[in-house]
């Protein structure tokens, strides 16, 4: 209910805004921000001859800070880098049951944890405009990011999500970002894994148009 209205909010805010300038000889300069909360995590299980481990990861956020710079290819067509650094950090769980007669104690281990990156994409955008100030744009991209304190641990991501932009004057515009497809293969431990959601990701921000049209 809270992002449909600050949604609603938005495009009355924007009713009042001047033209979009978007197409062929125009540039964007800006950045995102955007969070993810994971509260349920996941959880693996992992059977030895003296007992089984229960593994889980849970209440896991994210945060992404993404400055951004573009330019337009066509009318519609937008092509940017993004360079970005991202926090995420979440709990992990053990829990060891033993075995009757194995000589090993049960046991339940907490870990908080967090980890930093660096990261670098490009991306595309496909603008699709309502009206003269309103429209929306499907961005997807490829993505590399690398652990700080550790580069050779690291992940490429492709992926996308849909975006809705309110121009509030002729250059300055918002957007406000929602849900993601991504596909994620991690260097170190050859993992690839695959998410789709529509209300776990939120993203916010802000782009600067000029150029000639």
């Not at 009713?15 to 921000?33: D, P």
């Not at 996941?42 to 800070?65: E, F, R």
């Not at 573009?70 to 993004?82: D, E, P, R, T, V």
């Not at 590399?144 to 004057?169: L, M, R, Y």
Request: glycine share 12%.
């Amino acid at each position: 209910m809270k992002k449909h209205l600050f949604t609603l909010l938005f495009i009355v805010a924007a009713s009042f805004a001047a033209k979009a300038q978007i197409g062929t000889g125009r540039y964007y300069i800006g950045g995102s921000l955007n969070y993810n909360y994971d509260g349920y995590g996941y959880t693996n299980t992992y059977s030895y001859a003296a007992g089984t481990t229960v593994y889980t990861n849970h209440g896991i956020s994210n945060l992404q800070i993404n400055p951004d710079f573009g330019m337009f290819l066509s009318k519609n067509w937008a092509i940017g880098i993004q360079p970005g650094y991202s926090r995420t950090g979440g709990t992990e769980t053990s829990v060891y049951t033993a075995l009757a007669g194995s000589g090993t104690t049960s046991y339940t281990y907490d870990r908080k944890y967090h980890t930093d990156a660096l990261s670098l994409g490009i991306h595309f955008r496909y603008y699709c405009m309502l009206n003269d100030r309103i429209g929306i744009f499907p961005q997807f991209g490829v993505t590399e990011a690398n652990d700080i304190n550790n580069f050779k641990s690291g992940s490429i991501s492709v992926g996308g999500n849909p975006n809705i932009v309110f121009f509030a004057t002729k250059k300055l515009a918002v957007n406000l970002g929602f849900g993601n497809i991504l596909y994620t293969h991690d260097y170190q431990t050859k993992a690839n894994s695959f998410n789709i959601g529509l209300n776990t990701n939120i993203g916010f921000g802000v782009n600067y148009y000029w150029g000639k049209q």
